[in-house]
């Protein structure tokens, strides 16, 4: 994996840590992956960029969420809100930026949310570097 490409702006693609993933299936038994390309899904139902995650439905599913972290990840955390309110079981992975508009928003303080921060970085991908951010789990019951 080119690590350089990675740890710029050059991308919003962070592939999920697949033994990170695993323990996490293990717990929720995920059944969709919203935001995912051909390559790097982790369920055996996702949507890919074409199928655009944002406009479908995720009723009736338990869903792994890790979004791109580019400018659009406000709207996959809204989305995930959104979809929590109708009943959907949801876990997010995204970086743990807690003085966010969209972290105020949609995650700190409502009702049957919480959040769980991971402990040191995580290592996406293939790579061999950890990733410049902390993250963090958000669990909509």
Same mark, same amino acid.
């Given at each position: ?9 050059? =991308? ?7 033994? &990170? &993933? ?8 995920? =059944? ?8 790097n899904a982790k369920c055996r139902k996702f949507y890919t960029e074409k199928e ?41 992975? +995204?970086?743990?930026?807690?003085? =966010? ?13 919480? +959040? ?22 958000? +669990?909509?019951?």
């Amino acid at each position: 994996m080119n690590t350089d490409l990675m740890f710029s702006s050059k =991308t919003d693609m962070w592939s999920t840590p697949q033994d &990170f &993933f695993d323990k996490l299936n293990n717990e929720f038994q995920f =059944t969709l992956d919203p935001c995912a390309s051909n390559e790097n899904a982790k369920c055996r139902k996702f949507y890919t960029e074409k199928e655009n995650g944002l406009i479908q439905d995720w009723s009736n599913e338990v869903v792994f969420c890790n979004p791109p972290y580019g400018r659009n990840i406000k709207n996959w955390v809204k989305k995930c809100y959104d979809e929590a309110l109708k009943g959907t079981r949801i876990i997010l992975l +995204i970086p743990a930026r807690t003085d =966010t508009s969209y972290f105020h928003d949609y995650i700190y303080n409502k009702y049957r949310v919480s +959040i769980r921060f991971i402990r040191g970085r995580l290592k996406f991908g293939d790579s061999k570097n950890s990733a410049p951010f902390p993250s963090m789990l958000v +669990i909509y019951n």
